[in-house]
């Protein structure tokens, strides 16, 4: 039985049919038909019943299609696992992201680079806006992901990714969840709730405060869990960065545009890393995470 069949197997499944099976394969869709019927008769079991134009999976072949997804997760685990081994002074890429950011991009890029790079070991730190500049800064992180609070500096490449805007996340019984927009003076009563570890508080209260102008009493919390749960209870609100187009369904909590004399708050998020600890994978890496944005 070949690894080929099996993926041919796998891509007409997927594809729905042998036609755009055969285009994924970059193979003619005989070829395609013939190496699945060859599969069958390896295994002396019919997987698919062929309908004219349109085919349905076997009791048989719906346990052999989804046992050969496992076999596939498997041997590219394995394939990975070996080409580290051999390479005993393996390539290690280290990332460090802020702990305020929560959007899909970074994982997706990570994905994309580990099927690209598969004997590339990525570690994922991450991090307070200053625990990560000191990282950089200490060669315990070769790149991060963050948004700017500092002037660029010349000893680093900085790549703008994507601009964030500011919402404020509040309990929908709170009676400012009814307005359309949010001015900083509108949320001086109610508490700030952020997300971040014991030593990064005073740095990150002090950014919201100075920088963003959010006034009044703050609160913290070590996960997004944590601090939705206080923002239910209606203990306070938290601001969010929002990348793109806003996706919002919880109806236990609302999220405002932060504006500031009408207009939105941003940020704009970047990755950073030292020019004199560059190198092929960062820019690689670089290139497919400002794809995602």
């Given amino acids: 039985m070949l690894l080929r069949q099996i993926e041919y197997f796998q891509a007409v499944i997927e594809n729905g049919n042998f036609y755009l099976a055969a285009e994924q394969c970059h193979v003619s869709q005989s070829a395609i038909s013939q190496q699945i019927k060859k599969l069958e008769d390896e295994l002396g079991v019919k997987l698919l019943e062929r309908h004219n134009r349109t085919f349905s999976l076997t009791p048989a072949g719906e346990h052999f299609y989804?046992?050969?997804?496992?076999?596939?997760?498997?041997?590219?685990?394995?394939?990975?696992?070996?080409?580290?081994?051999?390479?005993?002074?393996h390539a290690v890429l280290?990332?460090?992201?802020?702990?305020?950011?929560?959007?899909?991009?970074?994982?997706?890029?990570?994905?994309?680079?580990?099927?690209?790079?598969?004997?590339?070991?990525?570690?994922?730190?991450?991090?307070?806006?200053e625990e990560l500049y000191h990282a950089m800064e200490n060669n315990t992180v070769d790149l991060a992901m963050n948004d700017q609070r500092r002037a660029f500096s010349d000893a680093y490449h900085n790549e703008v990714l994507a601009e964030s805007k500011i919402y404020i996340e509040i309990s929908s019984k709170n009676p400012l969840s009814r307005l359309s927009t949010l001015e900083a003076d509108d949320l001086k009563n109610t508490p700030c709730i952020l997300v971040i570890n014991q030593a990064g508080q005073i740095e990150e209260q002090n950014y919201y405060e100075k920088i963003i102008g959010l006034q009044g009493d703050f609160l913290f919390a070590d996960t997004m869990q944590e601090a939705r749960l206080?923002?239910?209870?209606?203990?306070?609100?938290?601001?969010?960065?929002?990348?793109?187009?806003?996706?919002?369904?919880?109806?236990?909590?609302?999220?405002?545009?932060?504006?500031?004399?009408?207009?939105?708050?941003?940020?704009?998020?970047?990755?950073?890393?030292?020019?004199?600890?560059?190198?092929?994978y960062m820019e690689e890496f670089a290139s497919l995470l400002k794809s995602c944005f």
């Avoid at 460090?96 to 950011?101: E, F, I, S, T």
């Fill in 94 to 129: 280290r990332i460090g992201y802020y702990k305020g950011y929560h959007g899909n991009e970074l994982s997706e890029a990570i994905a994309l680079f580990s099927e690209k790079y598969p004997a590339v070991d990525v570690q994922i730190t991450v991090g307070s806006h």
């Fill in 66 to 89: 989804r046992k050969s997804l496992i076999i596939a997760g498997d041997l590219k685990h394995l394939i990975r696992e070996t080409k580290r081994i051999a390479d005993s002074d």
């Fill in 230 to 280: 206080k923002i239910i209870t209606g203990q306070g609100y938290m601001p969010v960065d929002v990348i793109g187009e806003q996706v919002w369904f919880d109806t236990s909590v609302s999220r405002i545009p932060l504006v500031r004399n009408q207009s939105p708050v941003k940020k704009t998020y970047c990755a950073f890393w030292r020019k004199d600890n560059s190198g092929y």
